[in-house]
């Protein structure tokens, strides 16, 4: 009989636990490092006129991003009142009616796998949709981009929310003599509540961040956002003009305007995932 | 039977008069419709993105044809473009991004499955899962004014004097470029495999771990004699989800990578990818063949991703299946 010698393979075993710690470490530490750097570089240009004032050409300080602001919040609002109630809808529709049609199958295959494409792709197709017909950059093509890219991550978290209700509540509601649309839209969503609100407010947080789409799209603007039938000011494009300006003073705006969406989409991770948390209890 | 199924027939005859019922009914299907138009919303925009970018790259498809992916022109005043290094910047830095990125999100898998007390496993999968929030353009931020420096400063010296005989790793260290903007992919993938490869991990049925520990196996040997060799097919799919984001991530490249229409046995040289291009350079496409050809550089990323996606979702489906759990 031969007896092996356990201490190799204890090594090896310490080894990976080692190398899998590190791992997880390094995971944390960058983003530790990220919130750090975006924090320190970004609290210095938040002030009072970084929030009320239109920008100034380089070298004038005293310039803000109120008009970024603006038009990102009016953007991001659009997007979502079109993309969130269709998202809804078609979750419903996976959920409580297509759970074996063709159609259902299709359609859950097909969001998954729009949920990979790459935003940049969308806002190429909302320009050639949107732009290119009217000749003219506008706040619109740009909400109509995240809209879509919105649609699909909606439509599968209502679906797994949905699906999450029990049956049971379904079929006493119904058997009370409340119609269908009732049924689904007054007692199953009341009972998916949070969870819907986790993928509505994960969808927001998803797409409040993206510039690729708006870059053809929104495009940028000097001015008061007046109509979004015109380029429209947003943050996140104002991020990519200004950080790759040769000019310290804007690139110290963009680090503002990076601290600004940073918390504003963690802050709607960190709620939505709480709420989820919730709901999987 | 059959009696039941007539006495619900007279009923419902008899109940036909009565219009409140009539409409409720008419309200049902009208909502029934309605959800199914919503879903329908998603296989049009699905064909809508294919039509558009295909019919809007027809001008540079004429011109150009098959020659568009093998040359390495790019050239606005000659109007010769070429997509070849812009394909060979994304296939290389999606590559730096998954040879980093792979081990690493399966060593932090391990750690918050197997490893980790369950309190510190929670802190640490909330911080990895937080750094997949983090919105792609602070990525560039931080990449160029941060990341960057740091590779010149420290990363690429070292390598240039290490592993400096590899030509990869030669040409001065400008702190942006290809390994940048890869090591940066790898950073902005590694949450997505490591939820997958986790929910895999936790898939494997406790049983057979516990078996293997009740012969005297080490932890790292449960590890990767059965969770990794069970949970493998899982891992492939989800290396998949990750090669997907990776190929077609957008500004965080594009702050970083140098964009630059030159094929670099280096590493270290600036390079561009498919999405770093247009997002660099269709505001100045003013003539129809030029935004034409980027519209064409668009639908070959398209094409690229849609392939990867569906690949990996059929993957995905199947695997969520032969081990009977929902959580894929």
Known sequence: ??????????????????????????????????????????????????????????????????????????????????????????????????????????????????????????????????????????????????????????????????????????????????????????????????????GVLLAIARVSGETAPLLFTALNSPYWPGSLNQPTANLTVTIFNYAMSPYPDWQEIAWGASLLIMIAVLALTVVARFALKEVKK | MSGIYFMVQQVNKAMKPISHQNIQKKADGLFRYLTALCALVVLALMVGIFWALLSNSQLAI??????????????????????????????????????????????????????APPALGRVAGYGIELLAAIPSIIFGMWGLFVFAPFMADHVQPALNKTLGFLPFFQGPPMGIGMLTAGIILAL???????????????????????????????????????????????????????LGRAIGETMAVTFVIGNDHTISKSLFAAGNSIASTL?????????????????????????????????????????????????L
């Open chain 1, 1 to 198: 009989m031969i007896i092996r010698s356990a201490t190799p393979r204890k090594l090896a075993d310490l080894g990976v636990k080692i190398m899998s710690s590190l791992a997880a470490l390094l995971g944390i530490a960058i983003l530790a490092w990220i919130l750090y750097e975006v924090i320190k570089r970004g609290s210095a240009s938040l002030n009072w006129s970084f929030f009320t004032r239109l920008p100034t050409p380089p070298g004038l300080r005293g310039g803000g991003v109120a008009n970024a602001i603006l038009g990102t919040s009016m953007i991001t609002l659009l997007a979502t009142l079109a993309g969130v109630p269709t998202g809804l809808l078609a979750g419903v529709y996976l959920a409580e009616f297509g759970q074996s049609t063709r159609l259902g199958a299709a359609v859950r295959f097909t969001s998954n796998v729009m949920m990979g494409i790459p935003s940049i792709i969308v806002g190429l197709f909302a320009y050639t949709l949107l732009v290119l017909p009217w000749h003219h950059f506008s706040g619109f093509a740009g909400a109509a981009a995240l809209a879509i890219i919105m649609l699909p991550i909606v439509a599968r978290t209502t679906e797994d929310m949905l699906r999450l209700v029990p049956n049971a509540l379904r079929e006493s509601a119904l058997a009370l003599g409340s119609p269908r649309w009732k049924a689904t839209l007054g007692v199953v969503f009341r009972a998916a509540k949070t969870g819907l609100i986790t």
């Open chain 2, 62 to 115: 004429r011109r150009f044809g098959f020659r568009f992916l093998v040359s390495q022109a790019w050239n606005p005043v000659t109007q010769e473009f070429g997509a070849a290094s812009s394909i060979y910047g994304t296939l290389v830095s999606t590559a730096i991004a998954l040879i980093l990125a792979v081990p690493l999100s399966l060593a932090i898998a391990i750690f918050l499955v197997e490893l």
């Open chain 2, 188 to 242: 902005m993938i590694l949450p997505f495999i490591s939820a997958v490869a986790r929910d895999v991990f936790r898939m494997v049925p406790p049983v057979l771990k516990e078996s293997a520990y009740g012969l005297g196996s080490t932890n790292w040997e449960v590890t990767h004699k059965v969770t990794i060799s069970y949970g493998l097919r899982g891992l492939l799919g989800a290396t998949f989800l990750g």
């Open chain 2, 279 to 327: 997002a660099n350079e269709f505001a100045e496409a003013s003539e129809p063949l030029y935004l034409s050809a980027l519209v064409k550089l668009g639908l070959v990323l398209f094409v690229i991703t849609i392939l990867i996606q569906i690949v990996a979702q059929l993957w995905l489906k199947r695997i969520g299946k032969s081990l009977g759990g929902g959580g």
